[in-house]
């Protein structure tokens, strides 16, 4: 079957350490997406990329970035990690933008000390 | 303006009730507005969405009331099931995007048998 998967599903790390999550997708979508998880603020969009070598900024993109060489992968990467960072972070895929449902890894729990 | 605002946070309703969950939202450019569903330690899933086109969608034992003057969008379980306790997200986007959504705070129901 094809599926989402994200790794690390949990990670501590310290304060300044580049850390980068992968996400992997079989579908052959398209467009992918990050999204970060807090309580009270439901989910957040980080980046996302509509194709290869096309990468967007969300609405909380500051210490994040990702890149898209293939259509199956979407990593991304935490350049110096703050313990504002510490979240769970959730993949996702679509097949269209427009019409295509939106389908989440698992999510990966990063903790900044 | 970015905002979607979900209510309540958590609930509790007994087997075979209601569950209401509403969302407001001030952009009126926002055109899809998708509920989703997530149970401990997975991620969001697709429950149902409208479009501004329609007041009302019914799947199942789920429904979506959308009134476009107030802004207002809501999800209604009918017959709730302990297997429905779940976090639900309300979300929105403009441009009838299915990825780049703004997301609510989220409601936790916990349905008793």
């Known amino acids: 079957d094809a599926e989402i998967t994200q790794s690390p599903r949990h990670k501590i790390t310290e304060t300044g350490r580049q850390v980068t999550l992968a996400c992997h997708q079989t579908?052959?979508?398209?467009?992918m997406f990050w999204y970060r998880q807090d309580l009270g603020h439901g989910l957040r969009l980080i980046h996302y990329s509509y194709g290869v070598q096309d990468t967007n900024k969300g609405e909380v993109s500051d210490g994040y970035s990702v890149s898209r060489s293939n259509t199956e992968d979407l990593p991304l990467t935490l350049e110096s990690a703050a313990s504002s960072q510490t979240s769970v972070y959730f993949c996702?895929?679509?097949?269209?933008?427009?019409?295509?449902?939106?389908?989440f890894g698992e999510g990966s729990r990063l903790t900044v000390l | 303006q970015q905002q979607v605002k979900q209510s309540p946070q958590s609930l509790i309703v007994q087997k075979g009730g209601i569950s209401i969950i509403n969302c407001a939202y001030e952009n009126t450019a926002f055109d899809y507005f998708p509920w989703y569903q997530q149970f401990p330690g997975k991620g969001p899933a697709l429950l149902i969405a409208i479009r501004p086109d329609v007041s009302e969608k019914k799947e199942g034992r789920f429904t979506i009331s959308f009134n476009k003057s107030a802004k207002q969008f809501s999800l209604h379980i009918m017959d709730s099931q302990p297997g429905d306790s779940a976090t639900y997200f309300c979300a929105a986007s403009k441009g009838g995007n299915t990825g780049k959504l703004i997301f609510g705070q989220g409601t936790t129901l916990q349905v008793k048998p």
């Open positions: 579908w052959n979508h398209n467009n």
């Open positions: 996702a895929s679509s097949p269209d933008a427009y019409t295509g449902e939106l389908f």
